[in-house]
C-alpha cells in the first residue's frame, strides 16, 4: 500500500465520522473493487497499468466524463490525491463547475518517470506538475522541501499539510522475541526497511549493509522489484506484504529502519518507526529533512553516500544506549501527530478553498482543452 493511498483512507474514515458525504472518482475496470469504503461510493473511470508497474493504472481520456459526474454529485469540495492524469482532469472539470479544488502534492512524478527510464522528458514533466496545481485552488504539499519545490516552480498557493501516525498501533510495545527469532534466528540485529519494492524506493542501495557484522537485513513489502532484489540481496530475510498488526509487530521488532529511497515527499513509513522507538537512517532530501532530527532521532546522510549510511548503521548497531535514545526522543516527536488532528487541519484546508475558490490560473490551455473535448477530441 503506497502513502497516497494509506493518507486517502485515514482521510475517509475521518469524513465519515463526520457524516460528510463523499464520491471517489478513481482510475480502474469495471471488475475491480469494493464499490465503496468508508461509506464512500467509488465510481471507476477507464484506465490503462503502467508496463513496467502493472499494479498502478492511470486514466487517460477527455474531461466531460469527468465534469458529468461532478456535476451530478454536486460536491462542495474537490479532493485531488496526487493529481497528474486522471486529476489534471479533474480539475479542469471542476474549474469548469466552478468548484473549489484541494489538490495534494505528493508524488515526485517527473523523477519517478527517469527511475524508470523515461528519460529527457522531466521538464516537460514538471511544466504539467506546474499547470496543474496552478489550476487547483489550493495546494498541499507533505515537507518543507516539497513547499520549497512547488514554489520554485511558481504555484503560489501552497499549504504545508504533513500525515497523522497510529502511535496505539505503532507502538514499541508491540516487539516480538517471537518474531525477531523468526527472520533472525542467530540473534543478529535487525535493520528494516518497510516499502514498495520498486525502482524509485532504491532498496537495492541496502546491499552495503549486507557485510554489516551481526547484523540482518530485512525487507518486508512487495512489488514489481522484489525477484530482481531476492537476487541481489541474497542475505536479506523477504516477508512480502504485511499490513495491519502484523506490520505494526514487525517494525517494532526492528533495531534500525533503514529508508533510502531520495525521492519521498513525506515518507510515511519513517514516522511509524519513530512511534515504535526504532530510529531511522535516511537520505537528506525529501521528507525525512523534516522527519528525521539528525544526531536526536536518527540520522541523515547526504544523497547517494552510501558509505555514510552504512557508517550510521554500523555507529547505532553498536551503541545500544544511543539506539535506545534516539528511539525514545523518536516516539515522542511523533505522538501528537494523531491522523484526527492531521484530517481536522486538512478539513480546515476544504474551507479556505470554498471561502476563496478562484484557481491561481486560467489560461489558454484551459479554453482550448474544452474546445478539442467539444469536438469530441480526447484531450490528454
Not at 33 to 44: F, M
Not at 66 to 88: K, N
Not at 142 to 159: F, H, K, M, N, W
Not at 286 to 302: A, H, I, K, M, Q
Request: charged content about 20%.
Amino acid at each position: 500500500m503506497n502513502g497516497v493511498t494509506h493518507s486517502l483512507l485515514r482521510v475517509l474514515d475521518h469524513l465519515a465520522d463526520r457524516g460528510d458525504e463523499v464520491l471517489i472518482i478513481a482510475p480502474g475496470t469495471r471488475r475491480d473493487g469494493p464499490k465503496e469504503v468508508a461509506g464512500a461510493r467509488i465510481v471507476r473511470v477507464p484506465s490503462i497499468a503502467l508496463p513496467k508497474y502493472r499494479r498502478i493504472r492511470v486514466a487517460p481520456g477527455g474531461v466531460a466524463r469527468i465534469r458529468r459526474l461532478l456535476e451530478r454529485f454536486a460536491p462542495d469540495v474537490v479532493h485531488l490525491a496526487s493529481p497528474f492524469v486522471l486529476g489534471w482532469r479533474g480539475v479542469l472539470a471542476a474549474q469548469a463547475l466552478d468548484l473549489p479544488t484541494v489538490a495534494i502534492y505528493q508524488t515526485e512524478v517527473p523523477a519517478y518517470a527517469a527511475r524508470y527510464g523515461m528519460h529527457g522528458i522531466e521538464a516537460m514533466l514538471w511544466s504539467h506538475v506546474r499547470n496543474i496545481h496552478q489550476h487547483a485552488s489550493l495546494t498541499l504539499a507533505p515537507s518543507s522541501y516539497t513547499i520549497d519545490q512547488l514554489r520554485g516552480l511558481g504555484v503560489a498557493e501552497v499549504d504545508l499539510w504533513a500525515r497523522g501516525v497510529d502511535s496505539t498501533r505503532f507502538d514499541p510495545s508491540h516487539r516480538s522475541q517471537v518474531w525477531r527469532r523468526t527472520v533472525a534466528p542467530n540473534g543478529e540485529k535487525i535493520i528494516g526497511f518497510v516499502g514498495r519494492l520498486a525502482a524509485e524506493k532504491q532498496v537495492d542501495d541496502l546491499a552495503v549493509l549486507s557485510d554489516v557484522p551481526d547484523s540482518k537485513l530485512v525487507i518486508v513489502g512487495d512489488g514489481p522489484w522484489r525477484t530482481k532484489l531476492e537476487r541481489a540481496l541474497a542475505g536479506a530475510h523477504f516477508t512480502g506484504f504485511l499490513g495491519g498488526d502484523a506490520l505494526a509487530q514487525a517494525v517494532a521488532s526492528f533495531d534500525i529502519m533503514v529508508a533510502p529511497g531520495e525521492l519521498e515527499t513525506f515518507c510515511q513509513t519513517i514516522q511509524e518507526a519513530m512511534a515504535s522507538e526504532v530510529p531511522v537512517v535516511a537520505p537528506a532530501r525529501g521528507g525525512p529533512l523534516d522527519l528525521v532530527d539528525s544526531s536526536r532521532t536518527g540520522w541523515l546522510y547526504t544523497p547517494k553516500d552510501l558509505g555514510a549510511m552504512r557508517a550510521h548503521v554500523a555507529d547505532l548497531l553498536g551503541d545500544e544506549a544511543k539506539r535506545r535514545a534516539f528511539g525514545i526522543a523518536g516516539r515522542e516527536q511523533v505522538l501528537s501527530r494523531s491522523w484526527k488532528s492531521v484530517c481536522s487541519q486538512l478539513v480546515g484546508h476544504y474551507s479556505r478553498a470554498i471561502e476563496s475558490p478562484a484557481p491561481q490560473v486560467m489560461g489558454r490551455g484551459f479554453a482550448s482543452i474544452y474546445r478539442t473535448e467539444a469536438q469530441g477530441i480526447s484531450a490528454r
